[in-house]
Structures are given as C-alpha cells and as structure tokens.
C-alpha cells in the first residue's frame, strides 16, 4: 500500500505538472477570446446583480412570478456559461459545446415565452419542485 501512495503521488505530480503546461499553451494561444467571453459573462452576471438587487423588492411585492421566471432562468444560463468557460480553458471543447446548448435551450425557453401570470407561476412552482427533488436522491 505504501508503495502504491508513493507512485500515486508522483504520477499526480506529473499529471499536474503535463495538465499545467497545455492549459498555459492553450492561454497563450486562446488568450484574447477567451479573455473576451470571461469580460462579457462578468458585465452580464453584475449587470443581472444589479438589476435583481433594485427590482426583486417590487417584483416580490406584486407577486411577479414573470420576474423570479426570467431571473431564474439568467441564473441557470449564467452557471452554463461560467462551465463552459472554465472547461474551454482547461481545453474540454466537447464539454463546453454541451454547456452552450444548456445556454441555448434556456434562450428557447425565453422566446418560446411565458404567457400570462399563471405560466410563470406554474413555471417557478415546477422548478422548485425539480429543485427540491434533485436534492433528495
């Protein structure tokens, strides 16, 4: 068992060591896109922040299941996207492609459109029931 720990380690050291090298090679070469895209998901996140941080009040107090909707759905869309960032700079492309369709089948959901007060309703009431359920398995 002890010389199993040992090799372990070495072999950790190197893969960290090899795992390092290709993602400051991919930097290099990815730097400006990537940089890019991290520059318009942060102005999006703070920009959402600020929004929900003025507006979430009224929203709440008029029961406007349109607002929690929408901000439910930036939420999830914001967290596909950070994925998706972090697996493009660690070199996942594959990974990251499945997180934009996650991106692109919550700007469907968008246009597709809530119709009424009692879609979004419904919309809010089911997802945090999916939630609550995720949780308990």
Known sequence: MRAWRKSSQRL??????????FEERLQARWA???DSLEHLWLRAHAEAGRHNCEQRPGA????DYEFDALARLHA????????????????????AYTRWRTVH???????????????????V?????????????
């Open 105 to 123: 089948e919550v700007v469907v959901m968008r246009r597709a459109g809530f119709h009424g007060h009692r879609d979004c309703w419904l919309w």
């Open 76 to 95: 999830r869309a914001s967290r596909a996207s950070s994925e998706a960032l972090v697996l493009l700079r660690s070199g996942y492309a594959d990974g």
């Open 12 to 21: 950790l050291q190197e893969h960290r060591t090899a795992t390092s090298g």
């Open 60 to 63: 709440a107090k008029d029961q």
């Open 32 to 34: 400006t896109p990537l």
């Open 125 to 137: 009431i089911l997802d945090v029931d999916f939630a609550e359920k995720a949780w308990c398995v």
